[in-house]
């Protein structure tokens, strides 16, 4: 278990709809990062965040948004779902960056769009 | 072309065999590589960290960077079926960051 919780685990939604993907990072990590993993397009970066601002970005669509609250737990949100957003989308935590560049995964979400 | 290239196999090898996993690489900036294990349907995790060139050892695991060659690997020694995952190569140009750029992975199978 690495400490990182993502909620709901399995997803299954209609084209156009949106939803939010929950994360909790490991306790006194302040950063969360989302990454997504398709088959074809493999194990993609989307954003960062550190102690609730934005670090980097990397290939997140428009149409996707994130954000990390006081608290440190972070959401994703997917809007104007598509086929080709079913994915495993997986939030990932590190402590200061001092501590070097351990990265923890959580389990993922698996989003089904049909 | 991608940053980051991995062969995503399959590999399938029998147990106790060394296993020889590889990435190369296009971009000169990243100094901080890493391997993950990811097994089926879980989160990738951490099993080898290098900075910069040079061997790390750690177990029955080594990972090898050679910056000269945009080339890294990872080797398995007595290989065992709970060695049977995806082996992702990660890399990153700045520490605080923490922008990692994957491989495809490849699908390791250890038959007993």
């Known amino acids: 278990d690495s400490g990182v919780t993502q909620t709901p685990k399995h997803l299954i939604t209609a084209t156009g709809q949106r939803v939010t993907l929950r994360c909790s990072p490991r306790?006194?990590?302040?950063?969360v990062y989302w990454y997504q993993q398709s088959l074809d397009q493999g194990l993609q970066f989307l954003i960062q965040?550190?102690?609730?601002?934005?670090?980097a970005k990397g290939n997140i669509l428009e149409r996707f948004s994130a954000q990390q609250f006081p608290d440190l737990h972070s959401e994703l949100n997917l809007s104007s779902l598509e086929l080709g957003d079913s994915a495993l989308y997986f939030c990932?935590?590190?402590?200061?960056?001092?501590?070097?560049?351990?990265?923890?995964f959580g389990e993922g979400s698996w989003l089904t769009v049909v | 072309q991608k940053e980051v290239e991995q062969d995503p196999g399959p590999l399938s090898v029998p147990e106790g065999a060394i296993v020889s996993l590889n990435c190369t690489y296009s971009?000169?900036?990243?100094?901080?590589f890493m391997w993950y294990r990811q097994y089926s349907r879980k989160g990738p995790e951490l099993l080898m960290y290098?900075?910069?060139?040079g061997n790390k050892e750690d177990g029955r695991f080594t990972a090898q960077v050679d910056k000269s060659s945009k080339y890294i690997s990872l080797f398995i020694r007595d290989s065992q079926p709970s060695d049977s995952a995806t082996y992702l190569c990660?890399?990153?140009?700045?520490?605080?960051?923490?922008?990692?750029?994957f491989g495809q992975g490849t699908r390791l199978t250890i038959n007993p």
């Open positions: 990932a935590s590190s402590g200061r960056p001092s501590s070097g560049n351990t990265i923890y």
């Open positions: 306790s006194g990590d302040l950063s």
């Open positions: 965040y550190y102690n609730g601002e934005e670090r």
């Open positions: 971009n000169s900036a990243f100094q901080y």
């Open positions: 290098t900075y910069s060139s």
């Open positions: 990660a890399m990153s140009e700045d520490q605080g960051a923490q922008k990692l750029v």
